[in-house]
């Protein structure tokens, strides 16, 4: 179900945003879905979880709930049970914990009323709650994937295209295998290397020993806790849940390891799964949505993207991008005033490679860079 044949050529449909009175937004993304085939998969009293980014507070960037509401209303209608669904991030701010991740999520509009069904939490309270997913990857032994999305019986990822200022561009791959990661494995995906401890700060609260899945944690003697690397794997779990800045520490990884990594995740969390991928190319904004703030959108709203195949999708959405000209006054025409048909993204984050993820994606078997764009 997950693999796709690297000789063939997947289809990507796609809307443009213009509008009548008989034909709203939301009318014409229903009418995208289906005609990309989206009733082929069987809906009837399925578990369906619809991965989406709920925006950091203050962010505007992030989709509507009307898309999600008519969405919601669509699969319920097929015999769905769907839920939204996102992990906790790794770093502190709104969504770091699922009492504040739900708070925000219902401020932006992600709630019962406004986008038609619950919101769940992937990775529990305090990132906690996952999965090891096997898939003997070439960085990743066994992502750890939010409860959630695991225990789910498809997954629709409905993403907000934009840049990032790690991984390039945010898009499909970015919203599943980053996404749906709990937040040790959030830390695994940035992580270079092993952790290590500076005593100086670490308090013996014990928290990483408890939630250490190797056994690799201890405290010692003088109640500092103190690394196993013979057991340590380098998941970055006793990071992520150190409450004590400084304490526990791990060394960044590179653009293109980092997108490789997020591809195996991908493949994890679509393992043996049903998936379909919605892809808004709106406010696309130079960084993430993770952001407590969305900088000038540096091209002018194009459409909506939908397919099977998410590493089409993401390279369909750069190459629209990419094609379309570039709006004035903001971060990418400050530095690059006439950007024409550049690589807008590799211009804004000229550290990042984004085609790396999108090449090891497909060499795992999550999809083909080639694809057919068909305007409906």
């Known amino acids: ?21 008989s034909s709203s937004l939301p009318t014409k993304m229903e009418r995208l879905v289906r005609r990309a085939g989206i009733e082929r998969i069987d809906f009837k009293n399925q578990f369906v979880a619809i991965k989406i980014h709920f925006g950091e507070p203050g962010n505007l960037a992030y989709i509507r709930p009307n898309y999600v509401a008519r969405m919601v209303t669509f699969l319920s209608s097929l015999g769905a049970k769907p839920f939204l669904t996102d992990s906790n991030t790794l770093y502190s701010g709104g969504r770091s914990n699922a009492v504040d991740h739900l708070q925000s999520a219902a401020e932006n509009g992600f709630n019962p009323i406004s986008a038609k069904c619950n919101v769940i939490i992937a990775d529990g309270l305090k990132g906690t709650n996952y999965r090891e997913v096997p898939v003997d990857g070439e960085y990743c032994r066994a992502p750890k994937i939010g409860a959630a999305v695991v225990d789910a019986d498809i997954v629709l990822s409905m993403t907000h295209f934009k840049g990032h200022e790690q991984t390039g561009f945010g898009g499909t791959l970015k919203n599943l295998g980053m996404g749906a990661a709990s937040v040790g494995g959030k830390l695994e995906l940035h992580s270079s290397s092993q952790p290590v401890i500076d005593a100086e700060s670490c308090t013996g609260c014990g928290i990483c020993v408890k939630y250490c899945a190797h056994d690799a944690v201890h405290l010692g003697e003088n109640r500092k806790a103190v690394i196993d690397y013979a057991h340590c ?29 997020i591809a195996e995740y991908t493949k994890a969390v679509l393992l043996d799964k049903p998936h379909f991928h919605v892809s808004f190319i709106m406010n696309v904004s130079p960084e993430c949505d993770c952001w407590n703030h969305n900088d000038a959108a540096i091209v002018p709203d194009l459409g909506i993207a939908a397919s099977f195949d998410p590493v089409a999708l993401d390279q369909a959405c750069v190459d629209l991008v990419i094609k379309a000209p570039a709006l004035t006054n903001n971060r990418l025409t400050d530095r690059h005033p006439h950007p024409k048909e550049a690589d807008k993204f590799c211009l804004i984050h000229p550290d990042t490679n984004w085609a790396a993820g999108l090449d090891h994606a497909a060499k795992i078997g999550l999809g083909t860079r080639e694809y057919k764009l068909i305007e409906i």
């Open 1 to 21: 179900m997950l693999m796709f044949n690297c000789m063939e050529v997947s289809k990507v449909y796609f809307t443009n945003l213009r509008t009548t009175p």
């Open 233 to 261: 794997v380098g998941c970055g779990q006793c990071v992520a849940l150190c409450q004590y800045e400084g304490a526990v520490q791990g060394e960044a990884d590179t653009s293109e390891r980092l997108n490789c990594k």
